[in-house]
């Protein structure tokens, strides 16, 4: 479903996330689909610029890969399951 570069946010929690590698699945937090931002990019971007080393999380099911923009205490989901943190920090 994702698309490589697509912004992601969660209404309840306002989590923000890049997808880094596309896959069918559907990216869940707080229980509920998170929204694409369309269009929204360009004037987000330049507010908050891309923060170095965000946290990436995988789907183990489908592959999915995102980076998070704007982290939230929101249970990031994926193919009905957690998505798993990736520790960039151990390599
Ligand atoms: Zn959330
Ligand atoms: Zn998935």
């Known amino acids: ?26 990216l869940v937090c707080c229980g509920q689909e998170m929204k694409l931002v369309e269009g929204m990019m360009e004037t987000w971007t330049s507010v908050h610029p891309k923060p170095v080393g965000g946290t990436t999380y995988i789907c183990n099911k489908c592959g999915q890969q995102i980076s998070v923009v704007e982290e939230t ?18 390599g």
């Open 1 to 26: 479903m994702g698309q490589r570069g697509q912004i992601y946010f969660c209404e309840i929690c306002r989590q923000k996330v890049e997808v880094t590698v596309d896959a069918f699945g559907v």
């Open 73 to 90: 205490s929101g249970i990031l989901e994926c193919c009905g399951q957690r998505m798993e943190r990736k520790d960039t920090s151990t």
